[in-house]
């Protein structure tokens, strides 16, 4: 079957960095998506990776293994209003998501 | 721009009535999404439509329906409602269904709770 897996919950330090991981098991493989959601609010993109290595854009990179079906979405210097969920989302031979449950990541100061 | 809208914000249901979730998007895609959001859950997409004209079943169908009579509209209804489609729905579209990076863009949600 296909199956994304994320952590539930973690929790920061306002300024410091963190990593979320996910691992997914997809029928086929096109690309790998993060997806930030604030309380209430809709999924917003953050970033996508379809080949191995790192893609980095501004605070925010996410990594990406095809092999390893691996992913991590690293936040630098962590701010309040990043407390949110991360939503990791591969790709299918379909080209439908398959989501994670989310991680929802609480920022203390 | 207004991007996608979806009425109504919230709604209580009671079991057995009919509703209809309204899906609008003013980007001209061609593919949209319902999705369900459960606690502990991932997104769970209902249905989808690859192009006006055309839809396709999701992992949850069962219980819903929808229609795609032309490009911006894609309304979800509910025949005879029960309480376990108490849920976050979340209506989305891309530009195209296929291919590999098409980020999908949200519509606020819309929050249905049926006693």
């Known amino acids: 079957g296909q199956n994304i897996d994320q952590p539930t919950e973690m929790t920061a330090t306002e300024g410091a960095i963190v990593q979320i991981n996910c691992t997914y098991q997809t029928s086929g493989f096109n690309g790998l998506f993060w997806y930030q959601q604030h309380a209430g609010e809709a999924p917003t993109f953050l970033s996508y990776?379809?080949l191995d290595g790192l893609e980095e854009k501004g605070r925010f990179s996410s990594f990406l293994s095809r092999s390893k079906g691996y992913s991590y979405l690293l936040l630098k210097e962590l701010q309040m209003k990043d407390s949110a969920s991360y939503l990791c989302a591969a790709k299918d031979s379909n080209y439908q998501l398959i989501w994670g449950a989310g991680t929802k990541l609480i920022i203390k100061p | 721009t207004a991007g996608i809208t979806q009425a109504p914000t919230s709604q209580i249901l009671a079991a057995g009535r009919s509703m209809t979730l309204r899906c609008t998007q003013d980007?001209?895609?061609?593919?949209m999404y319902w999705y369900r959001q459960d606690l502990g859950l991932g997104l769970r997409l209902i249905h989808y439509?690859?192009?006006?004209?055309?839809?396709g079943k999701g992992e949850v169908p069962d219980g819903y329906s929808v229609s795609r009579a032309n490009t911006d509209d894609f309304p979800l209804t509910l025949a005879s409602a029960v309480p376990s489609q108490t849920s976050v729905y979340f209506c989305a579209s891309s530009d195209s269904a296929s291919g590999g990076y098409n980020e999908q863009f949200f519509g606020p949600g819309t929050r249905l709770t049926v006693l």
């Open positions: 990776n379809v």
């Open positions: 980007m001209r895609h061609n593919a």
């Open positions: 439509s690859n192009t006006a004209g055309t839809t």
